[in-house]
C-alpha cells in the first residue's frame, strides 16, 4: 500500500494544498502519477524547511532566500541527483505561484533561486544495422509467438514514429488502420501531435492483431499483455533488457533509445530541427537541439578513426 503524503501545514494551508492539487488534475490534466510527484515534493520541503512544526502562510512568505538554498543543500548532501532536485525546485515554485497569482501569500524570494544545472547527457542512439537486428529478434525473446509479434510492433512503433512508451501504449484500437497515413499522438501535457505512419508499422501491427487469442473492439487498448489486460511498460522494458544481453547491446539500450534513434536517423538524412521538433512532440527547440550533439560527437569518433594524421603518435 502506498503511503500517504502528508505536508507539515496548519488547517489552513493544508486546505489551500488540497485546492492547489485540485488545479493540477482538473485544469493543468496532470496525471495522477505526476500529482503524486508534485504533492512529495512539496511535502519533503515542508517538513526540512519546519520539523518540528505545522507551517502556515505567513511562515511561507517569510522564508528567504538563505532557507530556499539551505534545502537544496540539505538535498545534495544527501547525494539528490539534480535532475530530482530541479524536479522538487519545479514543484515548490508552481505552489508559490499557485499562491502568488490567487492572491493567498506572495514570496519574492523564491524567483531569485535557480534551477540546479544538470549534467549534459547526450542521446544513446541504435545504429541503423542493430536497429534492424533488435526488431528481428524481438519475436524469438518473447514467451510465445502472438506476444513476440505484439513485441515487435510495439518497437517499430518507436522506432518508426518517435513515440515515448507511455504513447504507444496508451493507443486503443481503431487509432491506426490500414488506411492510416498519420497518427494522431497525446503526449506529454496532454498535447497533441500528429506523426506520419509508415505502411510497415500497419502490417505489423495486423500481423499482432490477427494472431492475438483476444478479440478487442474499437477504443480498447492496442496492446495487451498476457491476461488481456492493457499491457504495463515494464514489460516492454523487460524484453528490450533480454534483447540487450542477446544481441551484447549497450546497457543505454532501453525503449527511449528508439525514439533517439527515430530523431539522429532523421537528422542525419537532412531532416530539420524544426520538423524533428515537431514530430517528436518537443515543447523547446533547446530540446530537439541535443541530437545535433550527437551528430558531432559521432563525426569526431569517425574523424579519428579514419583520418591517416590521427593515427600519428
Known sequence: MKQEITFNADTELTELIHRWQDWLLKERLYSAHTLAAYSRDLSIFMKKVSPEKDLSLTDLSGLEVYDFRRFLSE??????????????????K???KWLDVNEYAKNPAISVIATPRKPKVLPKALDETDA????????DVASCAWQGLRDKAILILLYGCGLRISEALALNV???TAESEFLRVKGKGNKERVVPLLPIIWQHIDAYLANSPYTVNVGEPLFVGARGERLSP???QRQVQKLRGRLGLADTLTPHALRHSFA??????????RSIQELLGHSSLITTQRYTDVQTETLQREYHKAHPLAKQK
Request: net charge negative.
Open 174 to 176: 481503431g487509432d491506426i
Open 234 to 236: 515494464r514489460v516492454v
Open 132 to 139: 534492424f537486428n533488435l526488431l528481428d529478434e524481438a519475436v
Open 94 to 96: 508552481n505552489f508559490f
Open 75 to 92: 538535498r545534495a548532501a544527501q547525494s539528490i541527483n539534480k535532475s530530482s532536485m530541479g524536479r522538487e525546485l519545479s514543484s515548490i
Open 264 to 273: 539522429t536517423q532523421l537528422l542525419k538524412e537532412g531532416v530539420d530541427l
